[in-house]
């Protein structure tokens, strides 16, 4: 069973259709045990850093996350799903995430345009199992202001162009996350669920 995590931010309901559309079955929920039970963990979200971990800290979420983070379960990530993985958040003031990665969270500069909405390609750097058979600079959709900058590069799977290159996803072990948006990237991001679908049944 794959639970996707219910902390009160986010279209759980885009990513659970995603999901459900290439045949894979998930459990939406905010209980701390059901992650504990489950074979992997998705994390979705939109929002604000800060809301993000308050939320999943007052739902008793947080252990429950990086307890199957550590014991090895495979985790997907998704926009802040992805930025909660690090130490910490630069939005609205210093914030500490969930310090899987080690490095920050960042604005876009000044003088840009944010957020950073709509469809822009990614750049393969290390090719994750659940990319198998997406081309590479392939498009996503993507709607966010701030991103992440690992302290250790070799988490970097893939980078994207925005006035500049930005890490839009990364990759470790069991851990995938994207700062795109699988669940509104139509059909490479079905793709994507898919895979993630097929990679937690031979973990």
Known sequence: ??????????????????????????TVTSHPQVLDDAEAVVLPGVGAFRDCIRNLTDLSLTDAVVRSIQKGKPYLGICLGMQVLFSESEEFGR?????????????????????????????????PPV????????????????????????VIS????????????????????????PEKSQELGLKILKAFGEFVKKA
């Open 95 to 127: 914030c500490r995430g969930l310090d899987i990665f080690r490095g920050k969270v960042v604005r876009f500069g000044t003088g840009m345009k944010v957020p950073h909405m709509g469809w822009n390609t990614v750049t393969i750097e290390r090719r």
């Open 131 to 154: 990319f198998d058979g997406v081309d590479d600079n392939s498009y996503f959709y993507f709607v966010h202001s701030f991103y992440v900058v690992p302290d250790d590069t070799a």
């Open 1 to 26: 069973m794959i639970a996707v995590v219910d902390y009160g931010m986010g279209n759980l309901r885009s990513v659970e259709k995603g999901f459900q559309k290439v045949g894979v079955d998930v």
């Open 158 to 181: 893939g980078t994207t162009d925005y006035n500049g290159r930005f890490t839009s996803m990364v990759w470790k072990d069991n851990v995938f996350a994207t700062q795109f948006h």
